[in-house]
């Protein structure tokens, strides 16, 4: 299940750093960040689906997995 | 406490947990939605249901809480094991 909720950004790599490299990163962008006000009556999850996903409603759900199964996805 | 591995045990279990947390989820939703009257509705709706649940699960199988907040059979047995973590 790709998850399009993921970012990736290289940081900057030099020289002088002190530790190795990390060359891709990614950060998650759950539809919160987007939605300003949640509008009354969005579609709901029954109760154990909503307990499996975290969330009641469809529209605010985050897969949010792990770091290092992203890493992959990126390059 | 009856036989607490079977099925049933479980089932309640769990679906007192999915309705809990609905029950958390419009609360928090209405906390800033306070005139959104559907999920009102919904609300005392889930929390109807939450209490038939927690019924059911505390006339077979014990109090869920106590000081006053369950009832309570014979002999006294919320401090029995299992405790919740442990089941």
Redesign the interface.
């Known amino acids: 299940m790709e998850n399009n909720q993921i970012r990736y950004y290289k940081p900057f790599v030099g020289p002088f750093d002190p530790c190795p490299p990390i060359r891709l990163k990614s950060f998650s962008t759950p539809p919160q960040l987007f939605i300003p ?2 509008p ?2 969005l579609p709901q999850f029954s ?2 689906e ?2 499996k996903y975290g ?2 409603w469809p529209s605010l759900f985050s897969p949010y997995d792990s770091k290092n199964t992203r890493q992959e996805a990126g390059d | 406490m009856s036989a607490v591995l079977n099925e049933d045990y479980y089932k309640l279990l769990h679906e007192l947990q999915a309705i809990d947390f609905v029950l958390v989820e419009l609360n928090l939703y209405l906390d800033t939605h306070p005139n959104d009257t559907n999920a009102i509705q919904q609300y005392n709706h889930c929390a109807e249901i939450r209490h038939q649940i927690a019924y059911q699960y505390e006339t077979k199988y014990g109090p869920l809480k106590h000081f006053g907040q369950s009832l309570s059979g014979v002999p006294w047995s919320w401090n029995e094991s299992p405790w919740p973590w442990q089941v």
């Open positions: 006000f949640q009354p009556n109760p154990i909503a307990l969330t009641l």
